[in-house]
């Protein structure tokens, strides 16, 4: 699972290519680990590619959690 760019501005994109299938849960959390923003999005082929909006979200680093199929994904995100 790739998210790009990484750091970014007011967006990131999330990729990943397998063969789950189903609902993508993205959640981006504080560093104290409060939820600030989650959504969810269908994945329906073997290639992923969708684009999440941080605009809302002030400069800083961020927990991003990735959830398919019973999988979690952890990755870092420093918005500028």
Known sequence: ??????????????????????TVKVSVFSL???????????KKTTVFDQQLSLTTLPSGL???TIELSGGLINQKILKR
């Open 1 to 22: 699972t790739l998210l790009y760019p990484n750091p970014t501005a007011d967006q990131v994109g999330i990729q990943m290519e397998n063969r789950l299938l189903g």
């Open 32 to 42: 104290t680990g409060q939820l600030l923003l989650s959504e969810s999005f269908d």
């Open 62 to 64: 961020y927990h991003c």
